[in-house]
């Protein structure tokens, strides 16, 4: 499933308006439904402070993509030659992205 919060929700959630402790909270649900799977909840952030927050790591770090410097399809094939990286993607379930605004699109 995919949940995200559009433009319009996020402009209601300013600062210190309590988001992370919703999102901790969430996650504490996820991981509690998936307690059985170690790795079934990734939780990641777009800045190392925002993942340090929510008890995470950035995205770049859990994706295995380094700086993701490269093509999609190179970053595909880093991924695929790590084994720990590999691993990760195989067992996730649920991919918590907080901050998600801040990823650029190119």
């Known amino acids: 499933h995919l949940c995200t919060a559009d433009s ?7 600062a ?6 919703l999102l901790r909270e969430i996650i ?12 079934a909840v ?3 952030a777009s800045t190392g402070m925002a993942a340090c927050n929510i008890g995470g ?3 770049h770090s859990f ?9 999609p399809d190179q970053l595909v094939s880093n991924v695929m030659r790590n084994k720990t990286a590999k691993t990760k993607w195989q067992r996730v379930k649920v991919l918590v992205i907080d901050e998600g605004a801040l990823r650029r699109s190119d």
């Open 42 to 44: 990734a939780v990641t």
């Open 28 to 39: 504490s649900s996820l991981k509690r439904k998936y307690r059985g799977s170690g790795d």
């Open 63 to 71: 994706a295995g993509i380094g700086l993701g410097v490269g093509t």
């Open 16 to 21: 210190g308006t309590g988001k992370s402790v």
């Open 8 to 14: 319009r929700a996020s402009r209601h959630f300013h």
């Open 57 to 59: 790591t950035t995205i």
